[in-house]
């Protein structure tokens, strides 16, 4: 695995070290971690990578990993920049030959989705986006509970994903999350629904295996002179007929990161919480006639 | 204490007897308990009221309640009917100089509302009605943790009331609250957003003091052959320029009754849930300037 | 059904009634509600009985009722009367050749117990106690899930039924609940772990099919003045070698009434709670090695 | 500050180092991270620390700090090595004249915690030892609350410390954390209770302000083959005579690591957990009288 991004100051490029580390199959051998050279020299060197493999820019260190023998070369590349430069090491990396494990948002707009979906299809390299929740055992577990019906037909979903850390105006301050998270330049048109409403709204269609069709939101703007939404719901609209709702916020003072989904059809319902996430609850109806035949020989 | 309705059947004319007799200072004298004099008859000896209190008509029961000495006569009566014979009772009772207890929802439809209002305002009566949740000791503790300033400018409102029960199709059984509470006829344009948005849409004003100004919603009915909304969701703006989102939904199998709200300001939160309805949960920042200044002695 | 006991101020008699009439196949016929022939009348009344089946003792009401044609006198009877009135009329309708349906716990003391269990074999007459929440549908799928070894063996059991009515010394006030309740002449020697504590344990029982062999128990008096403990917690040994955990406490303020259970086992542990009966949560270990192997392919 | 132990593998060295940079205020200058010489150098190198203060072992570094002008030695040393390597190195720090802080459980055995107590005594340095969950706002909160009557007269106080990682026989895999806290030649002679249990005593009596003076316990060997206790309860008596339970496991399978505690007064009880660390939950009675008092003008 070779690493674009996740440099000094940055968050989620460790939290893809870590997961490529878990099952010990896969190991960082290349990176460009930061803009700046020597930030991403010195990264690397706590990596305990080879200097030689520590690039100074993305294009670099494509090219010249794609000219290493295949059994040297980097096999894939995990790109965890800002949303802003998703999209250009992406393309130069699947044309190149290399699949690429991207960190949501997909990409700076629509137009380089659309373009960078095209690029796959043509390379028939692998994109994988990383949206972490669908990793959950109990997500999964979750998601085979409404395929075998134990739901019956999906009716609402309701996904919820409450933070609190931008409650204030850390726009100023050195969080250098906060920075690049609440300008557009950097994040794109959607600030707290690209953030984390995409992760709810993954999770939504990942667990009921629905899609949504249409969608009617309340986007706000809640600590004054903050530039991108920071606090919104959306009323969702699934292929089934089933609607649901989405609440993504990171103005709820108090919270911290606590992903929650609840889906029910018409036989019963069920929840999942990121802070239990190893537990699943299942609601079943009160129906005296179901319960009769269900137990009535216990 | 009289009463209008709340005979053989019903649900909320028990639940107003119970409150009336919680601290021994209301004692039912009389009432109209069904359109059906020998239900109404049969359910007044059950209460143990003298048969001559026990009327026929609520028309009669004004009538002559008024016409007794006023140490004798009730002093203000409790309605419990369904929402289309909520207006006239109500009318006739203030107008004849009583005092009226009322369930919720107001009337069937706005017009009564306004007239209503116009009533209530040219006799001087008292008119009560009954947001039942709004007397929980931890809501107004709420409220006044709102008012006193601990949770700072509110901005955020979510208030969710699910109830699961008519989750499949009951109105053509015997189910007696299934059948006028799904029926436009008597319950009038709103199903549960009438039923228990209300009491969703109470709860947020009366916790927060603020008030809504502007709503956008999505209503759905989900049992098929049902005719009125049984489930929806509703974006609120506030008049301090908060915003919210309410839920009431009756078609989520396995919900039982659990009213649910959490208000956040930029101070910090708080969560009331029916399901533990002495205990209010507080929420305060993380921050470590508010800490350190907080706990700094401790 | 005939009743005996569930008079005016009683509490569990209503909710035998109430579930007797659930499925439409219960009658109740006749009664002695109380140990006072008016109040008893006066009961029999309320509840729609014929004056000629309310008995003025149960003594004269079992003897009726076995004199009635087979297909006119009750079916069985239901004991809802105080602990130290729960042997007498059992050993009387179960020799007269009725069922008996008898409110936890089972006798005054042990004794009793012993002497009913063998006139039960003698007679072979049904003889249900009424546990409950063994009646719950999700307490039965949680009893399921472990029979099916969802859990693993099991190693852990935690079960707690806390509640806070007691929290002050109500044994003079009118409360006739709290005064029979805490009378160790008519509740027996244990006070909570009698009450509600035989609620917990035989929870824990029930739902895992295994038995406690060895207890160490702590018990408070906790309210001055109060004569039976109020307060406790015991040490569970079960025989499959799990060890567990029970509390009951009727003096925890704020607290209502909400039996939970936890089970572990070496695969995954379960969880229920009265405050959202309908559910049951499920944990299962976030080990790789199991998560792979079932996920694989999702 | 400097550090001894939190080499690579370890878990608390990064915990200690992180909290020491939360303000701003404290500086890593020095450490011997690690037995083997190679492994506490690299860590060093990767902390961004001048080689010369990387020390081989922590005799040699408390020597050459103390050498060092006051104004450029280590202020307080951070130990951070498993259990039997705590006594020693304080020992040596305290009598060199820095403060220390130290990572629970105190010591390897009693014997060396009563000298250690003694140690500080005498030299007068200040003894920090580390119950992270002090730390927590909202236990400080509770506290308070605790402190100024919220609660009356405490009663009760339940604490529980449910954790699932040790579920299965970890000790001959490569987990680095399951090898020491197993092994009761680095641990001591508790393993859960001292581990995790340690925590939990701490938050009760941090909590209530009361103190322990008798308890009763019940420890077990759940996972076949290890060889410290990996499960257990203990009946709690307090100072005020309130009673408490305490609960620790690491072999809960699907809990991850919720501390919990529940402490209950004459007036009313709280409730905090990890898992939504920033709130608090409070409870106040029901009872009318005080409901009335307190809202009556609401």
Redesign the interface.
């Known amino acids: 695995m070779g690493m674009i991004g996740g440099g000094p100051g940055a968050f989620i490029g460790a939290v893809h070290r870590t997961a490529a580390a878990?099952?010990g199959l896969i190991e960082l051998v290349c990176g460009t971690f930061s803009s700046q050279a020597a930030n991403s020299k010195k990264m690397g060197?706590?990596l305990g990578l080879s200097p030689a493999r520590v690039y100074e820019t993305f294009e670099h260190m494509v090219e010249k990993e794609a000219a290493l023998p295949e059994n040297e070369r980097m096999d894939f590349v995990s790109i965890v920049t800002p949303n802003h430069l998703h999209f250009a090491p992406a393309k130069l990396a699947l044309e190149a030959g290399f699949d690429v494990v991207m960190d949501k948002p997909m990409t700076f707009n629509l137009d380089q989705a659309k373009e960078l979906k095209s690029i796959v299809e043509k390379t028939g390299k692998y994109f994988c986006l990383t949206h972490t929740y669908s990793g959950y055992?109990?997500i999964?577990?979750a998601?085979?509970q409404v395929q075998k019906g134990a739901?019956?037909k999906i009716?609402?979903v309701?996904v919820s994903y409450p933070q609190?850390w931008l409650?204030?105006f850390l726009e100023n301050t050195d969080q250098k999350q906060a920075a690049w998270r609440t300008d557009p330049s950097r994040s794109g048109i959607a600030g707290a629904m690209g953030d984390i409403g995409t992760h709810a709204f993954n999770i939504a269609e990942y667990v009921t295996a629905l899609e949504v069709t249409a969608i009617?939101a309340?986007i706000?703007i809640?600590v004054e002179g903050r530039k991108l939404d920071d606090?919104g719901?959306v009323?969702l609209q699934f292929n089934n007929g089933a609607?649901g709702?989405l609440?993504a916020?990171q103005?709820?003072?108090?919270?911290?990161n606590?992903l929650t989904i609840k889906v029910?059809?018409?036989?019963?319902?069920l929840?999942w919480t990121h802070?239990?996430?190893?537990?699943?609850?299942?609601?079943?109806?009160?129906?005296?006639a179901?319960?009769?035949e269900?137990?009535s020989k216990?």
């Open positions: 878990m099952d060197e706590g055992p109990m999964k577990e998601k085979e739901l019956g009716r609402k309701f609190g409650s204030s009617c309340q706000n809640v606090d719901a009323f609607t709702l609440l916020s103005v709820l003072t108090g919270e911290e606590t029910y059809g018409d036989k019963g319902g929840e802070a239990d996430a190893n537990s699943l609850l299942l609601k079943w109806p009160g129906d005296p179901q319960i009769f269900r137990y216990t």
